[in-house]
């Protein structure tokens, strides 16, 4: 097979699909440090500005490349525009707030090596977030971006590695309308293009024996964050075709805390509340633009 169509010839790329420019000016010397012979490469969903032209130049005198948009498309938009530029390679898609660790991108790239089209790492917080409000159990933490310390997971998009040559041979892409614009809560488009490419017969391999850790903003450990982003779970689920499976996975994610089974209970009614207002909702919003 050529180089061309063989991504394990080419250097697995490591994309980061960002909108806040101060995350990849924190984050971007630790995460290069933790490659080895990969591609790093920053789409910023940006306007231009010096600022951001400044953090580019950094950017590529570490040993990687970056690249200003221009507009915010959103984060659909940007990891298609990835797909489209690479092809034929291994891509590990991390948010610009995630932490790499060498050991889980090595197997990343052994995964991929494989056989694997799509994996993905555990995603834990912070080491030194030792204690949670009282409102947050691990039912939340799907919420916030994070994995379960112990169990099974799901690929999710802050850390998901995907075969572009699988996606571009059957014409796969992520979904516009799933997709986070700027400071929005919508969610789904990692997992439903993860569905999809399982659905086309991609292999998956998941890693949770290794993890990242995905330094989020602390504002997602408020209520208010919390709540809303329940709300736009809801209607992502509505606008994924998953309204009833998607309420019992909420469901079952928030009674289901195992450290905390006292506290996850009462929260249950707060957050699925939350999440079938959103429901409500989108189905409202849709029936008000029927001609």
Known sequence: MSNEKDPSARPMVVAVCAYRLENVA??????ISQLSGDEYFVLLDRPKSDEAEEVAEAVRAA?????????????????NTVLAERPHHHVLFVDDDVRLDAAAVDAVRAAFRGGAQVTGTRLVSPPELARMPWFVTSGQFHLIGWHR????IKIWGACMGVDSAFAT?????????????????????????????????AQERLLPGVAV?????LDRLSLRYLMRRAYWQGRSEVRRASTW?????EWDRHRSAPE????ALP????????????????????FRSRP
């Open 169 to 201: 041979a059957h014409g796969l892409d992520f979904d516009l309308a799933l997709s986070r614009t700027g400071g929005n809560l919508q969610s789904g488009e990692d997992t439903s293009f993860i569905r999809l490419m399982k659905e086309t017969g």
């Open 260 to 263: 905390a089974p006292g506290r």
């Open 267 to 286: 929260l249950v009614p707060v957050y699925v509340g939350a999440t079938l207002w959103g429901v409500a909702h989108e189905y409202w919003a849709r």
């Open 26 to 31: 924190k984050n971007f010397r630790h995460n």
């Open 149 to 152: 310390p112990q169990g099974e």
């Open 213 to 217: 850790v995905h330094d989020v903003d």
């Open 63 to 79: 040993g990687g490349s970056m690249r200003v948009l221009g507009a915010t498309n959103g984060l659909s938009a940007s990891r």
């Open 245 to 249: 499976s998607g309420l019992r996975k």
